[in-house]
């Protein structure tokens, strides 16, 4: 499971070795090793509260680690200066657990934002395509000009995931994007995340405990248990693997 | 929130106007101070600025033209006051205008005036230094009045109890009644009393008022000297007499010499006029001293009046001689009373020796004594 | 900057310590965030103008009303005026203006920031290559600090309107008389304190707002909390900073004059 470092592949997203992360004196992640190739979607699973969030948020350093590295496209973002990191974000998405849509903004703001920040608005005309384009994805044209406590919660995600992709990043992280979803609109998130990797081969890390989800993305699934990554495995492995835990999982 | 063309252009407004608050405040304030505009200055030297301050109002006849700029020790006894005024007033400062440290209102607060000068002397040059008129000191002056006060009311009781004695004594009632002359010399001699030391106490505290100016500028000891003097000497006049109407209030023997001694009357009479004679000298005298002060007071700039009209420094040298000789004259009349009444006493000591004492003093109650019934 | 240990006064006032060079070094270090701080600054001073006129309107007319028997007493009555302004530009227009503002500007950026961080609205910025305490916090901070003053500037003048309605319902002044009145006895030494008190204020407000909102740890109860605490501390700080700007002005005219 361990990679050797010197045999770093070229193709390999997220790199993670030894991440360790404590928060007042409770260990959540104590030895975290993953490696997740390029164009793979990689789910995650784990008990809630486990600190699922808490890998992700690191990957993208929301959360600075206690010790361990993480290598994003190759690159060490441990120890990286704001600019760099700004420069590896941009092509990194991040959904969300709770949307985190500006409360203070519109909709249409909320996707303007990303854009704007990394400078990749262009004229005001590219800049609305680029929204509805965005918009139409979800299928949720018509409230860009709402605010986001107009929003039903399951429109709330589809909003936040608009959001997400909107700066067509190489990575992404969704962090529970089906939860609270109706299993249709659910389904067609999955089938968005595939379709994504297929056309663009995106890289997506998926945390989820919705088994119908897991079923139609994952190539790869990870189980994070006590602080450390427990087993990885297609979903074949996982549905028929002995462990109780996986199998109580699973089944 | 979109921040609309609405929205900044009310934004903006709100900043402009609430800048323009502060600036309009600034603006007052700073004309109120004579901060913007064109300005001069001109300074002062004080002995005491009694509490003044950087930032206090200078008045020119009770408007207020500008504010005090520094302060600053010249040496241990002197202050400069320098003050920064509107230039529109630069016209009226002339060179003898003079500045005066007063108190605007009753709570105190310190204030510049400058007196306006006289129109034929030429104004003033930027920084200036004008004369001064120091501060009269309160205390002072109420020191020297009291001192007086506490004189006339012990005067005053004496003169009550001649009064009453007098009432007494049947004898000396014909002589006031049919000797009106007499006793209109006393009334005279009385009211004059009074008036000089009402003068005195005006004197001395203009005297006061001016010593410092005086005493520093002109560095003329024995002027100062003898103000001191004069008024040394008219005090213990004033001193003496006292005494001898207090004498007068203790001889109880003096009714049988009155009635007998028609000398004595007369001598007395004598004594009353020469002193009469002596008040009106000292009076006069006084009122030129006054006058003279009133002039120092209307500012006929001291400073270069003293130091270059060696003509008005001479006159004033002469009135004070003056009167440290009516002080000596004063002080004569009343020794000469005395002697009178020694000899009185003296011819009489063989009986009594309280007695002349007593005489004396009557003399010196009959003065009086239609002074205080006319009040 | 997870911690939400906030409990113990001493680690709230070294975080604050903490926070505020943090906030100090963006404030002073480009790329500034011109447009986010036009945008707060309209929300801050435009819009807490309404509730700072009523106030301060009805603070002149009703301290002038307090004043008046007592000036009245001692026949001083044309004093009021500038008994009035002088208290008023001093000491009761920042200070008041910075409470209402500790309420309703501190606890507003409080509750906004606390809301935002925990909804990761505050994360979302991150990713999204903005720095928050740049975006978010030093934009806020500054607008507080320069609107503050603006604010104080119009809760003066409006108060000077209710004070003069004030005096005139005893007597007839005429508005140019009332102004005279009302500015003899203020000096550059009363307005200039006083405004950079009032810049002080709104940056205490700012900061301490913000600091409450980025420390707010979990859940909408944190939210609360958050806003609760930035108006407690934010009306302490006000009154701990007037009392030393006093105390340094009092210092410093000693050492003037
Ligand atoms: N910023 C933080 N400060 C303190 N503790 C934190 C922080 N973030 C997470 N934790 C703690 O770390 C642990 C893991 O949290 P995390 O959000 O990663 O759980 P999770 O696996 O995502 O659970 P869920 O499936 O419910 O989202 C939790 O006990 C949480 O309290
Ligand atoms: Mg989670």
């Keep these: 499971m361990i990679s050797n470092p010197s045999s770093n592949k070229p193709e390999s997203a997220v790199r993670i070795e030894h991440l360790k992360k404590t928060f007042q004196d409770i260990p959540v992640l104590k030895d975290v090793n ?12 784990g008990q809630s509260g486990i600190g699922k969030s808490v890998l992700i948020k690191c990957m993208v350093r929301l959360i600075q680690p206690d010790a361990g590295r993480v290598q994003i496209l190759g690159r060490d973002v441990t120890n990286m200066k704001a600019d760099g990191l ?24 909320n996707l303007e934002f990303p854009l704007v920040r990394n400078n990749m608005a262009g004229t005001k005309k590219e800049l609305e395509t680029k929204v509805i384009r965005a918009l139409d994805n979800v299928s949720l044209r018509h409230t860009i000009d709402m605010m986001p406590s107009e929003l039903s919660g399951g429109m709330k995600k589809r909003i936040g995931l608009a959001r997400t992709l909107i700066l067509q990043p190489e990575i992404i992280l969704y962090d529970e994007p089906t939860t609270g979803l109706d299993p249709i609109t659910s389904k067609e998130i999955s089938k968005l995340i595939i379709d994504l990797q297929q056309k663009y081969r995106t890289t997506s890390i998926i945390i989820t405990h919705d088994i119908s989800c897991v079923e139609l ?18 979903f074949e492995e996982m549905k028929g693997s002995k462990d109780p835990w996986i199998h109580n999982f699973f089944n | ?32 101070r004579n901060l913007f505009g064109n300005t001069f200055t001109v300074s002062g030297i004080f002995k005491d600025v009694s509490g003044l301050k950087v930032g206090s109002n200078v008045r020119y006849s009770g408007i207020n033209v500008g504010t005090v700029s520094t302060i600053k020790l010249v040496n241990d006894t002197l202050v400069r006051v320098q003050a920064t005024l509107e230039n529109k007033v630069h016209p009226f400062i002339r060179e003898d205008s003079r500045m005066e440290i007063g108190t605007e209102g009753v709570m105190g607060n310190k204030v510049v005036n400058i007196t306006p000068g006289s129109s034929t002397q030429p104004v003033v040059d930027e920084g200036d230094v004008l004369g001064t008129i120091e501060a009269v000191k309160i205390d002072e002056i109420l020191e020297q009045l009291e001192r007086s006060s506490i004189n006339t009311t012990r005067v005053t009781k004496n003169l009550a109890e001649i009064t009453s004695k007098i009432n007494q004594g049947e004898g000396i009632f014909g002589k006031l009644f049919t000797d009106t002359s007499f006793t209109n010399n006393l009334d005279e001699i009385s009211r004059n009393t009074a008036q000089l030391t009402r003068n005195f106490s005006t004197i001395s505290g203009n005297i006061n008022k001016e010593e410092g100016v005086i005493g520093k500028l002109l560095s003329d000891t024995t002027l100062a000297n003898e103000f001191d003097q004069s008024g040394h000497n008219l005090l213990e006049s004033t001193r003496e007499l006292k005494k001898i109407t207090e004498k007068i209030n203790q001889g109880g023997g003096l009714f049988g010499k009155m009635f007998t001694d028609t000398a004595f009357t007369r001598s007395l009479g004598n004594s009353a006029k020469n002193l009469e004679y002596t008040t009106r000298q000292a009076k006069t005298i006084s009122e030129n001293l006054a006058n003279i002060t009133q002039q120092m007071e209307s500012g006929r ?14 006159s004033l040298d002469g009135t004070l001689k003056n009167i440290n000789r009516s002080a000596k004259e004063l002080d004569q009349a009343a020794e000469t009373l005395r002697k009178n009444w020694f000899i009185r006493t003296f011819s009489s000591k063989k009986q009594e020796q309280e007695q002349p004492e007593g005489e004396e003093a009557e003399n010196q109650q009959e003065n009086r004594g239609p002074e205080n019934q006319e009040k | 900057m997870n911690n939400e240990g906030g409990n113990n006064i001493l680690s709230d006032v070294s975080g604050l310590a903490k926070f505020t060079v943090r906030v100090v070094h963006h404030l002073l270090n480009p790329p500034f965030e011109n447009r986010e701080m036009i945008k707060q600054s309209y929300n801050i001073g435009y819009k807490t103008l309404p509730l700072i006129a009523i106030t301060a309107f009805i603070l002149g007319l009703v301290l002038t009303l307090q004043s008046r028997p007592i000036l009245v007493d001692f026949g001083a009555e044309m004093l009021l005026p500038g008994m009035i302004s002088v208290s008023i530009v001093r000491e009761i227009g920042p200070v008041v203006t910075a409470l209402i503002c500790a309420g309703k500007i501190g606890s507003g950026i409080g509750a906004e920031l606390g809301s935002m961080k925990v909804t990761e609205q505050i994360d979302a910025m991150e990713v999204s290559g903005t720095n928050p305490m740049k975006f978010l916090v030093a934009t806020r901070v500054l607008a507080t600090t320069l609107m503050l003053p603006i604010l104080v500037f119009f809760a003066d003048a409006i108060s000077f309107i209710g004070s003069f309605i004030a005096v005139n319902l005893h007597s007839d002044i005429s508005v140019q008389l009332f102004l005279t009145d009302a500015f003899a006895p203020l000096h550059f030494y009363d307005i200039i304190p006083a405004t950079i008190k009032s810049f002080i204020f709104g940056f205490a407000i700012g900061v301490i707002g913000c600091y409450k909102g980025y420390q707010a740890g979990f859940g909408t109860e944190a939210v609360g909390r958050a806003a609760n605490s930035a108006v407690v501390v934010a009306s302490v700080a006000i009154f701990i900073i007037d009392m030393l700007v006093v ?11």
């Design chain 1, 34 to 45: 993953l490696d997740i190739p390029k164009g793979e979607n990689a789910v995650i699973i």
């Design chain 1, 217 to 234: 993305t994952a190539n790869t699934i990870h189980v994070l248990k006590d602080g450390v990554l427990y087993a990885s495995g297609k």
């Design chain 2, 301 to 314: 700039g001291v400073i270069n009046k003293l130091l270059t009209d060696s003509v008005f420094s001479d």
């Design chain 2, 1 to 32: 929130m979109r921040m609309t063309i609405q929205k900044s252009i009310r934004l903006g407004v709100f900043i402009i106007v609430g800048i323009a608050i502060f600036a309009y405040a600034i603006y007052i304030i700073g004309k109120q």
């Design chain 1, 86 to 109: 700004n420069a590896v974000r941009k092509k990194i998405g991040f959904l969300f657990q709770g949307n985190a849509l500006y409360d203070s903004m519109s909709v249409r703001e």
């Design chain 3, 247 to 257: 105390e340094l002005q009092h210092s410093m005219e000693l050492l003037k004059f």
